[in-house]
Nanobody, 120 residues
Framework: QVQMVESGGGLVQAGGSLRLSCAAS??????MGWFRQAPGKEREFVAS????????MYADSVKGRFTISRDNAKNTVYLQMNSLKPEDTSVYYC???????????????WGQGTQVTVSS
């Protein structure tokens, strides 16, 4: 089992950048992902990273703007978000899974979420 705490959210102007962090404790040898959910919308896959960090996957909507990475020595996963757009406004969640997937239902463990708001 793993526990995760996200940080780094906030308010930023369009075109700006934020870096989210997800600090994990407990068993941490999982595939990690970032998801987001805006009010009234379904939870959406953003990015995922393999256990070693050698493989990543991104949603088309963030490809080229967001970068997922992990530091296994620090048990931390990051999401660097550049060129932010108002449509990126959401609560961002860190999640862990044993199975490589973009489907949120495959992720067994979740953080509490961090709010990202992008103003136009």
């Amino acid at each position: 089992q793993v526990q995760m705490v996200e940080s780094g959210g906030g308010l930023v102007q369009a075109g700006g950048s934020l870096r989210l962090s997800c600090a994990a404790s407990g068993r941490t040898n999982y595939v990690m992902g970032w998801f987001r959910q805006a009010p009234g919308k379904e939870r959406e896959f953003v990015a995922s990273i393999s256990r070693s960090g050698s493989s990543t996957m991104y949603a088309d909507s963030v490809k080229g703007r967001f970068t997922i990475s992990r530091d296994n020595a620090k048990n931390t996963v990051y999401l660097q978000m550049n060129s932010l757009k108002p449509e990126d406004t959401s609560v961002y969640y860190c999640a862990a899974t044993s199975i490589w997937s973009t489907n949120w239902s495959r992720y067994a463990y979740w953080g509490q979420g961090t709010q990202v708001t992008v103003s136009s």
